[in-house]
């Protein structure tokens, strides 16, 4: 089983629409969680850590459920720019040191 | 100032043969990450280096696949014996280490590795 499973979309969305991802993981002693975005041929970027209490940052929303192992994130008022393929991650190892990554969500937001 | 920088940008190799990959982390990252993305794929874990610790190496796939890093700066990655199965893109991150779990990690253009 994968450390981590994520929905590959595509997810198509018009403008202004809202729009969720999930990433579910099954190691429970999993550290931290973070969503990333991969523009094509591009690298990753931290999109945003995802803490115990949830957290917002504009119109970026991060969960995460323990008891149930997921993280979601969720975009309000999508842009054209948004348009991306957004991976989870979270670190686990002794030292928190190993990192695993879902396949990466693609989003494609349509004027 | 300067991101993380890798070298060559792209690889074209033949099957058997060795390759090298270069990561220049950002200046004063002590923890340097090896990953590859495969088509379709997430990021694999490869290995990590954290100052002068014993590296974590129980990403990497194979015997085939070993890395260094010098100086607790430059790493390299190299594959021996290239296979068909090896083409991917190899990212290499860093980060400050401050705490590993918690840390952004940076990441570098990535090589990207096509075995004929």
């Known amino acids: 089983r994968k450390e981590v499973e994520q929905d590959p979309g595509p997810f198509n969305v018009p403008e202004g629409a809202t729009v969720a991802f999930n990433c579910t993981y099954s190691?429970?002693?999993?550290?931290?969680f973070f969503w990333y975005r991969q523009d094509c041929r591009k690298e990753p970027k931290l999109l945003m850590s995802v803490y115990s209490s949830g957290n917002e940052d504009g119109r970026f929303t991060a969960q995460l459920n323990r008891a149930s192992q997921y993280i979601s994130l969720l975009i309000r008022d999508s842009k054209l720019s948004d348009s991306a393929t957004y991976l989870c991650?979270?670190?686990?190892?002794?030292?928190?040191?190993?990192?695993?990554f879902g396949t990466g969500t693609s989003l494609t937001v349509i004027p | 100032g300067a991101g993380v920088s890798q070298s060559p940008s792209n690889k074209v190799t033949e099957k058997g043969k060795d390759v090298e990959l270069r990561c220049d982390p950002i200046?004063?990252?002590?923890?340097l990450y090896w990953y590859r993305q495969s088509l379709g794929q997430g990021l694999e874990f490869l290995i990590y280096f954290q100052g002068n610790s014993a590296p974590d190496k129980s990403g990497l796939p194979s015997d085939r696949f070993s890395a260094e890093r010098t100086g607790g700066s430059v790493s390299t990655l190299t594959i021996q014996r290239t296979q068909q199965e090896d083409s991917a893109v190899y990212l290499c991150?860093?980060?400050?280490?401050?705490?590993?779990?918690?840390?952004?990690?940076?990441f570098g253009p990535g090589t990207r590795l096509t075995v004929l």
């Open positions: 991150a860093s980060s400050l280490a401050l705490r590993p779990s918690t840390d952004t990690q940076y």
């Open positions: 190691n429970s002693a999993s550290q931290s």
């Open positions: 991650a979270m670190s686990s190892g002794l030292t928190g040191n190993q990192f695993y």
């Open positions: 200046s004063g990252h002590t923890a």
